[in-house]
């Protein structure tokens, strides 16, 4: 099965602009949806951005609309989430994952099967 690796994450302030990435080490990764899904304490896991195998449709939820851009590359087994205009309410443990079986971009959580373990971003005011 694939192992996910985020990293990206760190301390940064409001207004800041930061790139998170998420490498696989296995072949389901390049063959399915992978999403973004960001999770702070005390609240329930959010869906941030999904894109499609082929990388031609994404998908986004709404904090991340006009904001954020999720980006794949398939042949380096690789996705990135570009992110801008930060505000302390992006802060949270963010997750990259891979929705074994869709092509499309999805928003369950339950979707998605195989997860990463985090990356944490902290936006300071």
């Known amino acids: 099965q694939d192992q996910l690796e985020e990293s990206g994450g760190e301390l940064v302030q409001a207004g800041d602009s930061l790139r998170l990435s998420c490498a696989s080490s296995?072949?389901?990764?390049?063959?399915?949806?992978v999403g973004w899904f960001r999770q702070a304490p005390g609240k329930e896991r959010e869906f941030v951005a999904s894109?499609?195998?082929?990388?031609?449709?994404?998908y986004y939820g709404d904090p991340a609309k006009g904001r954020f851009t999720i980006a794949r590359d398939t042949a380096k087994n690789t996705m990135s989430l570009q992110m801008s205009k930060l505000t302390p309410e992006d802060t949270g443990l963010y997750l990259c994952?891979?929705?074994?079986?869709?092509?499309?971009?999805?928003?369950?959580?339950?979707?998605?099967?195989?997860w990463g373990q985090g990356t944490q971003v902290t936006v300071s005011s």
């Open positions: 894109i499609s195998t082929s990388g031609a449709n994404a």
């Open positions: 994952a891979v929705a074994t079986g869709r092509s499309e971009p999805v928003t369950l959580a339950r979707l998605y099967k195989i």
């Open positions: 296995g072949r389901q990764f390049s063959a399915y949806t």
